[in-house]
């Protein structure tokens, strides 16, 4: 227990690591929104089991995160840099209580588990859920900690790691638009290209087919939350809220918070608009679900950013985001044939990628010329080369990781469920629910309903509730 000093220094790390607890709350409560966003997207008859995933990810990643994920990716900070090697060092923190350990590592886990969530809304209604449960535990293992250990424990790509080193210039992503969102955005495209997509996804001549999900309220909804988590993902990670000079002095934090928050919500806003505009051209008339994503991967675009640009920089970059959604959508749905449930390659690979690459042609500076109101200065061509060597050393990683786990997996358990399942809906073949059971109508014996039998086969005899009634199945 540390008692709160009389100092300038004592006050300011007490109220930074408060602040630090708070948006850490903050950011888990982006869980329920990926939930209600997933679940929006799917049919009624595998809500259950998309809801199911979300809390795995979570409970089973912090355990595996704790034990595993953040010694990993000390070692590997480690291993890619000038660093020594220090292994009981890298696990210190399960030891070491107070605000530099436990607070600390409960603030790097709430962004392992996002990269590990975004995962199950692109392999849903279709995958094994033991494969799941397993893969979850691999990525907050393995698969996130190894990035977080190139990039923000000081390896490959930091300015202390090699590649850093070498260039003069460290890899730019202040909360995680590559770090965390692109690798889950890529780890979701290659498990889904993996498993496969869902019966009637693709008509026999290859065309895609609509399927619907069950509730766009509850898509927006999510989207919404997501939003409000996202001040704490973008924003807390201006963790110095006070800071201490050696005369004793201190200093709010405002100019780098301010410029944060704003930027944060100049690119939500603009992916909005953007991904509104492209799907009335695109489609005729705007779509809210495409406007829900657009706002999302604005927020992606802008999150490994935002203390680095101009604000009309992060307005373009978020822009851009909304803008590529539902291009690159349709590519990965009709190009490349892979069943992407809730577009997250889209949304959190694509924007991701675009927008970590672009930060040293939008910087701000304080000694910049003054370019409508903001200090602006191009940030150079080394550093835009370092940018896409890391998204692309990144990228290759979470592809070949993610390949060889599903490999394994699919080996031991298989990805998939069987064609029975699938058509009753996992929610009765994986867990044995109904997650609106009031939704099909009458229970009883006269009831004709698509159902699970112990043996594996499907009965329609009225008995456990399985295909939804309420359900739009195109």
């Not at 912090?62 to 060092?89: K, Q």
């Not at 698969?143 to 190139?150: A, D, M, N, S, T």
């Not at 619907?212 to 509850?218: A, F, N, T």
């Not at 629910?433 to 009831?447: H, K, L, N």
Request: glycine share 16%; charged share 10%.
């Amino acid at each position: 227990m540390l008692p709160l000093q009389a100092d300038a220094a004592a006050i300011a790390n007490s109220i930074n690591y408060v602040w630090i607890l708070v948006v850490s709350f903050l950011i888990f409560f982006m869980q329920p929104g990926f939930a209600l966003l997933e679940a929006g997207q799917v049919r009624a008859k595998n809500v259950g089991n998309v809801l199911m995933k979300n809390m795995t990810d979570w409970g089973l990643g912090v355990l595996v995160y704790f034990i595993v994920g953040a010694g990993v990716a000390g070692i590997v900070g480690s291993l890619t840099s000038s660093s020594a090697l220090d292994i009981m060092g890298a696990f210190s923190y399960i030891g070491e209580p107070g605000a530099t350990g436990w607070i600390d590592w409960v603030f790097g886990a709430v962004f392992a588990m996002t990269a590990a969530t975004i995962v199950s809304g692109a392999v849903a209604e279709r995958m094994d859920f033991r494969a799941y449960v397993v893969f979850a535990g691999v990525i907050t293992g393995i698969i996130y900690p190894v990035v977080q250990g190139l990039t923000w424990s000081g390896g490959l790509l930091a300015g202390s790691g090699y590649l850093g080193s070498a260039l003069g210039v460290g890899y730019m992503d202040f909360a995680g638009a590559t770090v965390v969102h692109m690798v889950g955005g890529i780890a979701g495209l290659v498990a889904a290209k993996m498993v496969g997509p869902r019966k009637g996804r693709f008509d026999e001549d290859g065309n895609s087919q609509p399927i619907p999900g069950h509730s766009m309220l509850l898509a927006v909804l999510g989207t919404l939350i997501l939003a409000f988590g996202w001040y704490g993902f973008n924003v807390g990670t201006q963790a110095t809220v006070l800071a201490a000079a050696d005369d004793g002095s201190l200093t709010f934090m405002g100019a780098a918070l301010g410029r944060v928050v704003l930027v944060t919500t100049l690119g939500m806003g603009a992916g909005a608009v953007a991904a509104m505009i492209v799907s009335t051209q695109w489609q005729g008339k705007p779509d809210p679900l495409w406007m829900a994503n657009g706002l999302l991967a604005g927020l992606v675009a802008v999150t490994g950013a935002v203390p680095h640009v101009t604000w009309w920089g992060g307005l373009i970059l978020g822009a851009l985001g909304g803008a590529i959604v539902l291009p690159a959508y349709r590519w990965t749905v009709d190009s490349l044939k892979i069943d992407d449930v809730c577009g997250v390659f889209a949304v959190h690979g694509a924007a991701g990628a675009l927008g970590t690459v672009l930060i040293p042609v939008f910087g701000a500076s304080s000694s910049g010329a003054a370019i409508l109101g903001d200090g602006y200065a191009f940030m150079g061509v080394t550093q835009l080369v370092m940018q896409v060597l890391g998204v692309a050393i990144i990228a290759l990683w979470t592809v070949a990781a993610t390949a060889v786990t599903f490999k394994v997996l699919d080996a031991v358990f298989g990805l998939r469920v069987s064609e029975e399942e699938e058509l009753a809906g996992l929610d009765a073949g994986e867990h044995g629910i109904s997650t609106y059971p009031e939704f099909v109508g009458d229970t009883g014996p006269d009831s004709a309903r698509a159902t699970l039998t112990t043996d594996g086969g499907v009965r329609t005899d009225g008995g456990a509730v399985a295909e939804s009634g309420g359900e739009t199945d195109d």
